[in-house]
T-cell receptor
Framework: AQSVTQPDIHITVSEGASLELRCNYS??????LFWYVQSPGQGLQLLLK??????LVQGIKGFEAEFKRSQSSFNLRKPSVHWSDAAEYFCAVGARGGGADGLTFGKGTHLIIQP | DGGITQSPKYLFRKEGQNVTLSCEQN?????MYWYRQDPGQGLRLIYY???????QKGDIAEGYSVSREKKESFPLTVTSAQKNPTAFYLC?????????????FGDGTRLSIL
């Protein structure tokens, strides 16, 4: 079974500074990888996904993530954060092999933006 | 606009009562999912359905039931057997086919115990 670890429960970043949120996964093959963002009391919005090909993927709102097979990681980055980026961020993995099974989520990282 | 509608936004349950959470989608997606979210726990899969009239248990199905009589609807019933139902419940849907399709989420229902 797959699993996802987000080592940082909370991260505080100053507005305009760069951001990196860590995600490590456990899966026997190359999984499907996702980053979602959640504002308080809301559902999840897909930021970006990795299925195959180029290991650096671009998403919405200026985010990008890099898949590193050797490190089993899929870290999310943004060069300059805005106050509106304050939210909860979830990394998720989906198993390959066909079907439409549910995703396995990490426990999330709460991003706080300092003025 | 296409999307997923969850209702109600807030729901209260009395002891021994069953309650049903609604999830409707107009995205023409085949697959639908229910997740439970607790603070600091991420999302955990309760049930999922890949096609009408078929569904499978997820990781935490005990105390919950679902039905999938229509493609656009996937209601979740929280039964009295679920002893700790207070949580935020999220419904999602995705397309199906040979290529993996990402999941789209509703805005959630927050369930509390009276």
């Amino acid at each position: 079974a797959q699993s996802v670890t987000q080592p940082d429960i909370h991260i505080t970043v100053s507005e305009g500074a760069s951001l990196e949120l860590r995600c490590n996964y456990s899966y026997g093959a190359t999984p499907y990888l996702f980053w979602y963002v959640q504002s308080p009391g809301q559902g999840l919005q897909l930021l970006l996904k990795y299925f195959s090909g180029d290991t650096l993927v671009q998403g919405i709102k200026g985010f990008e993530a890099e898949f590193k097979r050797s490190q089993s990681s899929f870290n999310l980055r943004k060069p300059s954060v805005h106050w509106s980026d304050a939210a909860e961020y979830f990394c998720a993995v989906g198993a390959r092999g066909g079907g439409a099974d549910g995703l396995t989520f990490g426990k999330g990282t709460h991003l706080i933006i300092q003025p | 606009d296409g999307g997923i509608t969850q209702s109600p936004k807030y729901l209260f349950r009395k002891e021994g009562q069953n309650v049903t959470l609604s999830c409707e989608q107009n995205l023409n997606h085949d697959a639908m999912y229910w997740y439970r979210q607790d603070p600091g726990q991420g999302l955990r899969l309760i049930y999922y359905s890949q096609i009408v009239n078929d569904f499978q248990k997820g990781d935490i199905a005990e105390g919950y039931s679902v039905s999938r009589e229509k493609k656009e609807s996937f209601p979740l019933t929280v039964t009295s057997a679920q002893k700790n139902p207070t949580a935020f419940y999220l419904c999602a849907s995705s397309g199906s086919g040979r290529l993996y399709q990402p999941q789209h989420f509703g805005d959630g229902t927050r369930l509390s115990i009276l």
